[in-house]
């Protein structure tokens, strides 16, 4: 083929559009398998009004009598959505000084400590098409709420070395929860940690589904 044919070649407009539509990482969310617990199966079932308190403050509702089935993992959860790390995990948080991160510690556990995590990112429930499921007027809140992955943000910025969570709590009833986020730094330190379960997830500004649907 000549010079000349390889710079006339027609483009495909399909190839121009995926070159203007390059999608930007904003950051990780992180989750783990389930170890096979529950910390509160009292709770199973309950209207979300009746257990708000053990969604909203997890850190009061710590059984004494909790049994954790699965020990191996570093970071896990319980089906009942309490997000359970390993002492390793705890302390290269705190070696990275991050911010609106805590743990407490799970009973009969010593190495073991719930994640709470208090910075807040707002989701985007107009993008993803969340569901809202079983409005209660009583306590202002849906019993469950559907669609939270792939995580879709309100600002589109990448997120900055650290811990988030999404402002919206997906789930039924007692096992509804936040998202948890994490940094494009953060993600590659964790990566570079190998905790035991710790699944990470890109955060993208547009995905290829978005296209599809609109």
């Known amino acids: 083929m000549s010079q000349t044919s390889k710079q006339y070649q027609p483009v495909d407009c399909n190839t121009k559009r995926k070159i203007s539509t390059i999608m930007k990482t904003l950051g990780f969310s992180i989750s783990g398998p389930d170890n096979d617990s529950y910390m509160n199966p009292d709770q199973y079932g309950v209207n ?8 909203k403050n997890r850190q009061l509702h710590l059984n004494p009598n909790f049994k954790l089935t699965k020990k191996l993992y570093d970071f896990s959860s ?19 000084n991050y911010p609106g991160v805590s743990f407490y510690p799970i009973p009969n556990y010593e190495t073991k400590f719930l994640l709470l995590v208090n910075n807040i990112v707002k989701f985007d429930t107009v993008r993803r098409k969340t569901i809202f499921l079983e409005f209660n007027s009583d306590c202002n809140e849906f019993n469950e709420i559907v669609g ?63 296209d599809k649907t609109n």
């Open 48 to 55: 979300i009004c009746k257990c708000l308190d053990f969604v």
């Open 148 to 210: 939270a992955t792939p995580v879709c943000l309100v600002e589109n910025s990448v997120l900055a070395d650290g811990f988030y969570r999404t402002d919206i709590e997906f789930g039924n009833s007692y096992a509804k929860d936040p998202i948890i986020l994490v940094g494009l730094e953060t993600g590659t330190k964790l990566k570079a940690q190998k905790f035991k379960g710790l699944y990470l997830e890109k955060v993208l500004d547009k995905y290829d589904w978005e």
């Open 78 to 96: 319980t089906y009942d959505s309490f997000v359970i790390v390993s002492e390793r995990f705890k302390q290269f948080c705190i070696d990275n």
